[in-house]
């Protein structure tokens, strides 16, 4: 569903559209199910940390992957970042240039990775952690990855977003779930709940049930100041739009129009010339997410124009508890030299 709308009755309570394609959602969740069951996956000669989400759209995967890549240089190990590199053209495992590389070759996300630790996006993952390896890579995160296991995952940390939750609980194309809920919180390690809001207090409680341990972050803004009470056109196509806006009410900006696009979006000139002339009569100025500017990186014409003339607010993840990331790397170790052990 990645590039699209997420269908808006997804995050309502299940209502006739939901109840049509329940048929659907149910062979595609057992799909989910089997592949997940049945996964071989490959062993890494690294500790594997995979942050990922029960559902499709934006759950703040990508700031806690980098987040926890920091924590884990902390702790003396040179990280990486292993991912799929959604809408990519490589066919092989390539080894992401934050300078060189474009969105439309690598995808966004990955590009955003790359400023942190070296990154690699594979369609193969086993073959994309082996290339981490020999360069050096001594513990990897992998962006994703959570539902297709073609790795062995030495601790898994499912990010849950705290103002949507898992929607209505129902299964692609019903609602936005990847697989039954049941099934993935069996694979899962930890949880952590992103933003204020009390969404996903059942996954919290269903976690707890199991001795699962759940946590709580925030994404804070940085580098604000210069946006403090001006006012601006917002734009993004991330997988959850209000959540860049609440961000900017917090950095102090003053929010006169919105426009909202699909997770993923490729901009076009005609989006770029609509958005400058935008700003242009009303006086404003362009704000954007970070992962949204990388997709005009090397651009021309208008698209280079509205990336020339874009402000961006990029965000920190804060956990509520500070020693919880250094605690989820230690974990991950733990986890990676017993199955060493048990290797042997």
């Keep these: 569903m990645a590039g699209h709308e997420a269908p808006p009755f997804w995050y309502h309570p299940t209502g006739w559209q939901a109840r049509a394609l329940a048929p659907l959602s149910w062979v595609y969740g057992s799909i989910a199910r089997m592949r997940m069951d049945r996964a071989r996956p490959r062993s890494v000669a690294a500790p594997v940390l995979c942050i990922g989400n029960l559902t499709v759209g934006g759950s703040g995967k990508t700031p806690t992957a980098i987040a926890l890549a920091k924590a884990a240089r902390k702790g003396g190990f040179t990280p990486g970042f292993l991912a799929r590199g959604y809408g990519g053209t490589h066919q092989k495992p390539h080894r992401v240039d934050a300078d060189q590389d474009s969105a439309k070759a690598v995808g966004d996300e990955p590009l955003l990775l790359a400023r942190t630790a070296p990154t690699v996006i594979a369609r193969n993952r086993g073959a994309g952690a082996r290339q981490l390896v020999d360069c050096g890579v001594n513990f990897i995160v992998m962006d994703d990855g959570f539902q297709s296991r073609t790795v062995h995952i030495d601790y898994s940390v499912i990010t849950i ?74 734009f993004a196509g991330i997988g959850d739009p209000g959540k860049f806006y609440d961000t900017l009410t917090q950095a102090g900006c003053w929010i006169s129009a919105k426009r909202d696009f699909p997770d993923h979006h490729v901009y076009t000139a005609r989006d ?22 990388v997709r005009l990186n090397h651009a021309e014409g208008a698209l280079g124009e509205l990336g020339r003339k874009i402000r961006t607010v990029s965000v920190d993840l804060e956990f509520e508890d500070p020693s919880v990331p250094r605690a989820l790397v230690e974990a991950t170790v733990r986890n990676y030299d017993e199955r060493r052990l048990h290797r042997r």
């Design 161 to 234: 977003d705290a103002r949507r939750g898992v929607g209505n609980g129902a299964v692609i194309p019903a609602g936005p779930l990847r697989a039954p809920l049941v099934d993935q919180m069996r694979h899962a390690n930890a949880v952590l709940r992103i933003g204020d809001g009390d969404a996903g207090d059942g996954i919290v409680r269903a976690a707890a049930r199991a001795a699962k341990p759940s946590y709580r972050a925030r994404l804070a803004p940085r580098g604000h100041d210069s946006l403090s009470r001006k006012r601006v056109l917002a």
């Design 272 to 293: 770029a010339r609509d958005l400058l002339d935008q700003a242009a009569a009303q006086g404003l100025l362009l704000v954007t997410t970070e992962k949204d500017a």
